[in-house]
T-cell receptor, first 111, second 115 residues
Framework: GENVEQHPSTLSVQEGDSAVIKCTYS??????FPWYKQELGKRPQLIID?????GEKKDQRIAVTLNKTAKHFSLHITETQPEDSAVYFC??????????FGTGTSLTVIP | DAGVTQSPTHLIKTRGQHVTLRCSPI?????VSWYQQVLGQGPQFIFQ???????GRGNFPDRFSARQFPNYSSELNVNALLLGDSALYLC??????????????FGAGTRLSVL
């Protein structure tokens, strides 16, 4: 099956700075890579996703980049705000339409 | 439109018992996936069902089983509960179509505590 690794496990940034979270995957056939934000006690919410035929996607302060050759993808959050504090998970969908998640990054934005 | 709904929200069981968790997908979604999320970890894939058939299974023992009904709702069953089964169990629904907007939407989860 797919194996997704995520780094760092915790990340603290000052408000207004940028945050970067990186993930690698093992199955070269995986073709869809979503990112989820999970606030304490709540369900994971999709924040951005990217498909294998695209190298970069941006949505306001959030962007995701994908390097298929190296099998890694990254989440970039610019101009961070306190409400960005949460746990972020990356995931990869394999050809069987199953999703495998990273272990999560706990992001703290310090006001 | 209602989102993914799961029941119950919380459950307390003792070792050796069995448990049934339920999930109703978003209307029109034909695929349901189950995940186990242990505190401080990412969701771990347990099962995926599509059109009432098992499409995939993660690395979980045979004590875990699931099924999907004609209305696309699903049940996850766990037998002979162990302390280590304590976790948040998440259900996610998606269209199930390969390669096209197969976005997974999560329910709020069932918090299972095994004592």
């Amino acid at each position: 099956g797919e194996n997704v690794e995520q780094h760092p496990s915790t990340l603290s940034v000052q408000e207004g700075d940028s945050a970067v979270i990186k993930c690698t995957y093992s199955d070269s056939a995986s073709n869809y890579f979503p990112w989820y934000k999970q606030e304490l006690g709540k369900r994971p919410q999709l924040i951005i996703d990217i498909r294998s035929n695209v190298g970069e996607k941006k949505d306001q302060r959030i962007a995701v980049t994908l390097n298929k050759t190296a099998k890694h993808f990254s989440l970039h959050i610019t101009e961070t705000q306190p409400e960005d504090s949460a746990v972020y998970f990356c995931a990869a969908e394999n050809t069987g339409n199953q999703f495998y998640f990273g272990t999560g990054t706990s992001l703290t934005v310090i006001p | 439109d209602a989102g993914v709904t799961q029941s119950p929200t919380h459950l307390i069981k003792t070792r050796g018992q069995h448990v049934t968790l339920r999930c109703s997908p978003i209307s029109g979604h034909k695929s349901v996936s189950w995940y186990q999320q242990v505190l401080g970890q990412g969701p771990q894939f347990i099962f995926q069902y599509y059109e009432k058939e098992e499409r995939g299974r993660g690395n979980f023992p045979d004590r875990f089983s699931a099924r999907q009904f004609p209305n696309y709702s699903s049940e996850l069953n766990v037998n002979a509960l162990l302390l280590g089964d304590s976790a948040l169990y998440l259900c996610a629904s998606s269209s199930g179509l390969a390669g096209v907007e197969n976005i997974q939407y999560f329910g709020a989860g069932t918090r299972l505590s095994v004592l």
